[in-house]
């Protein structure tokens, strides 16, 4: 297998070594290639993939280019996993939204939208690139967010093997092995809705192949104050979590308490892409000056793990994400969904996880063609959505909400449409007013017009 990493730079691309590392056997990977735009970044970030691979005893070969169809060449499957504007480009974002009085964060709101019209053309070029060169049914895997509106562009365009990974779907399911110790594959999640818009209604001990029967064990662990103590279900209001009575996507944090959000973060010095700005290009700085393996691969653990504790600092209060540490050798995080899938696909190993794809019935309400997020089995023949059925009419409601504004916010990057753009602002659930809206959105267009090109 050629398996060729787009964004290869990216500071999330060490932590997928350690993964492809253990499941390069089972997928028979002959060449790993990193590619990146950047070449400064590649070498010092690419290095340290290579560098780790290396110690750990890899024997793959290791590829470091610049050259994107050479990347993409025959590859078996692409991971995407881009920042076009780069961390600055996420600053800006987060920092315009603030002024203008609206929630900044890069997946969630008008910040979304910025980060999709920058991302989505970009990552659409690359998976049209895989349909050209890339061997014949190679998938693509996305990362890049906003992962579950860049999905839908790609859709929309005409992309088929395309899917967006996002290790929020699974959050229920790791949440549940953590705390009752015991593995994940015994466990089977039944979780529904949009990218960072999702509920996880069931967690099921060893079910039957069709995900039934099996030991229920999330509505006791919901009342269970010691479980939702070292989750994120704590950042949730009491009378909330009774209401919804589901393992809630922590930015549905967002939505559900909007105002004590904004309040947290408007007047913050430093906005939480401006950390991740100042953080990265820490880590660039002394991974140039470092001597040796070991001090970069310590560089880079030590401000990944000040980033991380920096994830949603303002809601989490006491909860810690590493009090609960994984079962065994179960993995979790982007690396894993991602590498699972290819897997699966490779080896006919059948593969239970949450994915963002087309609904095809799965969630009664929505539209064949609407990118949702939803539990997938996955094998040889490829991604299908388990059935979810009828949910909760307030959940369906707040879907509904969100995917207009997706839907619309596709078709205006898809056309470069400033009146589009402005119409998808305006329906989104955060924001709701047309005159804001214009603001953002000619604020947005001035700022990226290198990276955006002209919108009309």
Excluded at 133 to 155: E, I, R
Excluded at 253 to 276: C, N, P, T
Excluded at 343 to 360: F, K, Q, S
Excluded at 374 to 395: F, K, L, M, Y
Aim: charged share 25%; with cysteine; net charge negative.
């Amino acid at each position: 297998m050629k398996l060729t990493i787009i964004g290869g730079g990216s500071v999330r691309t060490p932590r997928l070594i350690p993964t492809l590392i253990k499941r390069a056997a089972a997928l028979d990977l002959q060449e790993l290639w990193l590619m990146d735009i950047q070449a400064e970044k590649l070498e010092l970030i690419g290095g340290l993939c290579q560098a780790m691979a290396e110690e750990q005893g890899a024997t793959f070969k290791f590829v470091l280019s610049t050259d994107a169809k050479e990347a993409i060449t025959d590859a078996d499957h692409v991971v995407t996993s881009i920042r076009p504007a780069y961390e600055k480009g996420r600053a800006v974002d987060e920092r315009i939204c603030f002024n203008h009085g609206v929630l900044g964060q890069e997946t969630t709101g008008a910040a979304g939208f910025a980060m999709a019209m920058r991302s989505a053309p970009a990552i659409l070029e690359y998976a049209r690139m895989v349909e050209q060169y890339a061997k014949p049914n190679a998938w693509v895997f996305n990362f890049t967010n906003p992962a579950g509106l860049v999905a839908q562009v790609l859709h929309d365009a005409g992309i088929e093997r395309v899917v967006g990974i996002c290790d929020s779907a699974n959050k229920a399911q790791h949440a549940v092995s953590r705390f009752m110790q015991i593995p994940m594959k015994r466990l089977h999640h039944e979780v529904y809705g949009l990218n960072h818009l999702s509920w996880t209604r069931s967690v099921r001990i060893d079910p039957d192949s069709d995900g039934q029967n099996g030991e229920e064990v999330l509505p006791g662990l919901l009342q269970n104050d010691d479980f939702v103590a070292k989750t994120h279900m704590q950042m949730f209001a009491d009378g909330l979590r009774d209401w919804q009575a589901t393992f809630m996507n922590e930015y549905l944090h967002y939505y559900y308490h909007r105002d004590e959000v904004l309040a947290s973060l408007i007047h913050k010095e430093e906005s939480r892409g401006e950390q991740v700005l100042r953080l990265t290009n820490d880590m660039l700085e002394k991974l140039k000056s470092a001597q040796t393996v070991d001090e970069r691969i310590q560089i880079y653990r030590s401000i990944m793990a000040e980033r991380s504790k920096s994830y949603m600092a303002h809601a989490r209060g006491g909860a810690d994400r590493k009090k609960m540490k994984p079962v065994g050798d179960d993995e979790e995080g982007y690396a894993a969904v991602a590498l699972g899938c290819i897997e699966a696909i490779a080896t006919n190993r059948l593969l239970y996880t949450g994915l963002n794809v087309p609904n095809n019935g799965a969630i009664n309400g929505m539209e064949d063609d609407d990118i949702v997020e939803v539990a997938c089995w996955v094998d040889s023949s490829g991604i299908r959505p388990i059935q979810i059925g009828t949910i909760p009419e307030n959940q369906l409601q707040m879907m509904h909400d969100v995917k207009q504004y997706e839907r619309l916010a596709s078709q205006a990057i898809l056309t470069k449409s400033r009146a589009t753009a402005i119409q998808a602002i305006t329906v989104h659930p955060l924001v709701g007013s047309y005159p804001l809206a214009e603001k953002l959105v000619d604020a947005f267009i001035d700022a990226h017009q290198e990276w955006i090109g002209t919108w009309q």
